[in-house]
């Protein structure tokens, strides 16, 4: 059974910090993405960042200059350091993977269960 396990989150002033880790565990052929999504009260699930092959990243237009993925491909492990964090910057945030289960013929989408991100003064 295939699992993405978030850690980090939390509450933090306007212009702080957080970082946020997932690690994906189980039975894992290959993983051809890693990344992070979104979502806010009454808004759509969105994009934040994602790194596909090594080297390979994007982001959402509006944390670009303040959001880093990196990503250990050995480990199955990506993080997201957000630094000049914004109130708009509140949400849910999900950790996301398209990977290959052992034994399994394609790729599928797995979600972790998502880590509380509130920006406030």
């Known amino acids: 059974q295939v699992q993405l396990v978030e850690s980090g989150g939390g509450l933090v002033q306007p212009g702080g910090s957080l970082r946020l880790s997932c690690a994906a565990s189980?039975?894992?052929?290959?993983?051809?993405?890693m990344g992070w999504f979104r979502q806010a009260p009454a808004k759509q699930r969105e994009l934040v960042a994602m790194?596909?092959?090594?080297?390979?990243?994007n982001y959402a237009d509006s944390v670009k200059g303040r959001f880093t993925i990196s990503r250990d491909h050995a480990k199955n492990t990506v993080s997201l350091q957000m630094n000049s964090l914004q109130l708009e910057d509140t949400a849910v945030y999900y950790c996301y993977a398209y990977l290959r289960p052992v034994g399994s013929p394609g790729t599928n989408h797995y979600w972790g269960q998502g880590t509380q991100v509130t920006v406030s003064s």
């Open positions: 790194s596909t092959r090594p080297g390979t990243t």
């Open positions: 189980g039975s894992i052929f290959s993983i051809d993405a």
